[in-house]
T-cell receptor, first 119, second 113 residues
Framework: AQKVTQAQTEISVVEKEDVTLDCVYE???????LFWYKQPPSGELVFLIR??????QNEISGRYSWNFQKSTSSFNFTITASQVVDSAVYFC????????????????FGQGTILTVHP | ETGVTQTPRHLVMGMTNKKSLKCEQH?????MYWYKQSAKKPLELMFV???????ENNSVPSRFSPECPNSSHLFLHLHTLQPEDSALYLC????????????FGPGTRLTVT
């Protein structure tokens, strides 16, 4: 069974600090996909990144970067020089390809990490 | 309109009412989803439709009834709900299943009184 754990329930930082959100996953599939979503106070989940299990390259997009390590089953998310607009709930999620790629695309979400960035 | 839209944004209903939630996607996607988000719980997948065919019913009580008349529209019909069904109901769509990122609507905040 697939499982995603975000051990940090809440994180509070001051603007311009760097912050890392942890994500640890469990799966028996060799092919799977990892995602990060942002949920601002408005409620809509915003897609940030997708990573497949065969691609362990780290990715950087502006102030955001992601560190995918299969050896530790982790997919951590770092925000550099945080801003007040980064305040939101961040979700890590996992989708398995299933046998022969038969998965129906079930996204298993972690509990989410509430990030508050203070001015 | 772009992306995924949901109506209504807020809904208050009594336990004996019947109401429907509507979701529309303008992304040309083939799969659509209903999720429930309760306070202090992870998002729970409820239903998945691929090319208008239901491919997953994730042990959802029959008081929730989905309908997907075409690949752009998804409904969730509600009847005789319980107070514990109060939650944010999110609709999402994706180009395909599994490997594809899902795009979410703003949600409907449902309160059952």
């Amino acid at each position: 069974a697939q499982k995603v754990t975000q051990a940090q329930t809440e994180i509070s930082v001051v603007e311009k600090e760097d912050v890392t959100l942890d994500c640890v996953y469990e799966t028996r599939d060799t092919t799977y996909y990892l995602f990060w979503y942002k949920q601002p106070p408005s409620g809509e989940l915003v897609f940030l990144i997708r990573r497949n299990s065969f691609d362990e390259q780290n990715e950087i997009s502006g102030r955001y970067s992601w560190n995918f390590q299969k050896s530790t089953s982790s997919f951590n998310f770092t925000i550099t020089a945080s801003q007040v607009v980064d305040s939101a709930v961040y979700f890590c999620a996992l989708s398995e390809a299933g046998a022969g790629g038969t998965s129906y695309g079930k996204l298993t979400f972690g509990q989410g990490t509430i990030l508050t960035v203070h001015p | 309109e772009t992306g995924v839209t949901q109506t209504p944004r807020h809904l208050v209903m009594g336990m004996t009412n019947k109401k429907s939630l509507k979701c529309e996607q303008h992304l040309g996607h083939n799969a659509m989803y209903w999720y429930k988000q309760s306070a202090k719980k992870p998002l729970e997948l409820m239903f998945v439709y691929s090319l208008e065919e239901r491919v997953e019913n994730n042990s959802v009580p029959s008081r929730f009834s989905p309908e997907c008349p075409n690949s752009s529209h998804l409904f969730l019909h509600l009847h005789t709900l319980q107070p514990e069904d109060s939650a944010l109901y999110l609709c999402a769509s994706s180009l395909g299943l599994a490997a594809y990122e899902q795009y979410f609507g703003p949600g409907t905040r449902l309160t059952v009184t």
